[in-house]
């Protein structure tokens, strides 16, 4: 499957965006996606995931309350609304799928990667 991510840009603080990730080449309902992150000089992060029908959503601790995730498998598409943005949420952005995964934290159970969008948020 191909991912391509999209709708990052520059936000003030208390700001908010929508990530879009456009999957094509495979049975999109099949994967349990995810988004994660990494700021400069820093490692990749985690921060949210969806079940392949998305009937369940986890976060990483510092998102929590302020993202949300969801899917809409007859468009191939996932999302990431970002709500209330930091300065320390700057970084890009990658979504990831997980073929017959159900959902998972960790970056190495993904097996394929969008190219990232920017995010910024400035104070």
């Known amino acids: 499957v191909q991912l391509q991510a999209s709708g990052g840009g520059l936000v003030q603080a208390g700001g908010s965006l929508r990530l879009s990730c456009a999957a094509s080449?495979?049975?999109?309902?099949?994967?349990?996606m995810a988004w994660f992150r990494q700021a400069p000089g820093k490692e990749r992060e985690f921060v949210a995931g969806?079940?392949?029908?998305?009937?369940?959503?986890f976060y990483g601790g510092s998102v929590k309350g302020r993202f949300t995730i969801s899917r809409d498998n007859a468009k191939n598409m996932v999302y990431l609304q970002m709500n209330s943005l930091k300065p320390e949420d700057t970084a890009v952005y990658y979504c990831?799928?997980?073929?017959?995964?159900?959902?998972?934290?960790?970056?190495?159970?993904?097996?394929?990667w969008g190219q990232g969008t920017q995010v910024t948020v400035s104070s």
């Open positions: 990831a799928a997980d073929q017959y995964g159900r959902g998972d934290s960790r970056s190495f159970k993904y097996d394929y």
């Open positions: 080449g495979g049975t999109f309902s099949s994967y349990a």
């Open positions: 969806i079940s392949w029908s998305g009937g369940s959503t």
